[in-house]
Every structure is written in C-alpha cells, then in structure tokens.
C-alpha cells in the first residue's frame, strides 16, 4: 500500500532526478552558450556569422520534415577528433575578401546562432552538410542531384526526392527558368518539363546557405593542423 510518506518520498526524489538532468543539459549548456552574439568582422563593416535568408530558414523546416538529419551531420570536428578536415568538409571558399582563397576550420558554437534549428546529426550516412554550398556550383546542380541522385554519383544511398519536383506543360516556346535538364532517362514527354515546388525551392536556398567561408577569431586563432591521410 502506498502511503503519503512513501508518496513524499518518491515525488521529492523524482522532483530532483529530474532537477539534475535538467540542469545537465539545459541550464549549464545555456549559461556556457546561450550569451553568444555575433561578433565584428575583422577590417571590415560586417559581422560573423552571416544570417541566411527568409526562403532559407524556410528550408529548415523542409529539411526537418524530410529526415535529413538521420543520414547527415552538420558538424566539422576538430583534428584529433576524426578525419572531417581531410575529406574536406571543413573547407570553404574564403567570403570576407582577404588572402587565402579557401578556409579551412572545425565548426564552433557560435556558428549556429542564427539558425532557428540547428541539425547537428550524430550519424554519417551522407557526407557532412556543413560546407555543401562550396561542393555544388549552383542551384540547378543541387536540384539535379535531389531529383536523381544515382546520376551523379552511382553509389549514392540518397533516396530521390522527386516529390519536391512537379512536371507540366511547358507553357511558352521554351522551358521555363529554373526547369531542370535532365538526360535521356529522366527526360519527361516531349512538351513537358520539371521544375521545383515551393519547398524544393526552399530546401535548396538553406543547403546553399550551409557554408563557413570566414574565420571567427576567437575560436580559431592559429592555423589547422591538417592530419595525414595516413594517421587516420
């Protein structure tokens, strides 16, 4: 028979099971990141990080929806850590206008701040996403490899996404703007062409928007220490 006694007991010793966990991982991770702000660009009128845009912070939501985040991690270790910096994830072409032509770091908490999500991943299916925009030339490129991904890269496990695609008539003398080219076995009939729906659009301004081409000084004050292909 449970008594208020035991009643007591067990809800005071639930109340600080919990009291711990929560402050483990919400309020100590809150008082050691939660003040970030962004910080000044060195010599220049900008701040760090850059925000994104409207139709990209939609994408979030896109990306969220799609399960992404079970296949891809947005996160660059550092070099003892694992080999995030060798294959190339941490590198980016430099945005800020100064020497060298590409930067090459780990990530850093404050490089999320903007983000309304923030899909750090703890599973490698699919390559690191935090730098992809430096990997895809344009948005058609990406869009080509989200409808189809096995035309790319064979070996691909990525599923494709061609609902965020929808085909129909094409309505002038030409393809619209944004149509896709596709080759022979992805080709829909003659008169016809694909183009991407709201959230295909919006899925692929955030994954444009993944990319880290500045330095933020506080966080990495020296140079990489590359590791070998052969330490790995």
């Not at 050691?32 to 701040?47: A, F, K, S, V, Y």
């Not at 750090?120 to 409808?147: C, H, Q």
């Not at 729906?197 to 330095?215: C, E, H, M, P, R």
Request: hydrophobic content about 40%.
């Amino acid at each position: 028979m449970i008594t208020p006694v035991h009643f007591r007991k067990f809800f005071f010793a639930f109340l600080a099971i919990f009291g711990f966990a929560w402050t483990g991982l919400v309020v100590l991770p809150w008082m050691q990141l939660g003040h970030l702000q962004p910080m000044p660009q060195p010599g220049g009128n900008d701040i760090l990080p850059w925000d994104a845009s409207g139709l990209a912070h939609a994408g979030e939501r896109v990306y969220a929806a799609n399960g992404c985040v079970y296949c891809h991690t947005q996160q660059v270790r550092a070099p003892q850590s694992g080999a995030d910096l060798v294959r190339g994830w941490g590198t980016a072409p430099n945005e800020s206008g100064d020497k060298p032509a590409e930067i090459t770091r780990r990530t850093f908490p404050r490089d999320y701040i903007w983000q309304g999500q923030v899909f750090l991943g703890n599973n490698r299916i699919g390559a690191d996403l935090t730098n992809v925009a430096a990997r895809f030339k344009d948005a058609n490129s990406l869009y080509r490899y989200l409808y189809d991904p096995s035309v790319l890269n064979p070996h691909s496990s990525m599923p494709a996404y061609r609902f965020l695609f929808t085909t129909r008539r094409v309505a002038g003398a030409a393809p619209a703007e944004g149509a896709l080219v596709l080759d022979a076995r992805d080709k829909p009939a003659p008169g016809y062409e694909v183009i991407p729906t709201s959230d295909g659009q919006a899925l692929v301004a955030y994954l444009l928007s993944l990319k880290k081409g500045y330095d933020l000084p506080d966080e990495n004050p020296g140079p990489v220490a590359m590791p070998t292909e052969e330490s790995q």
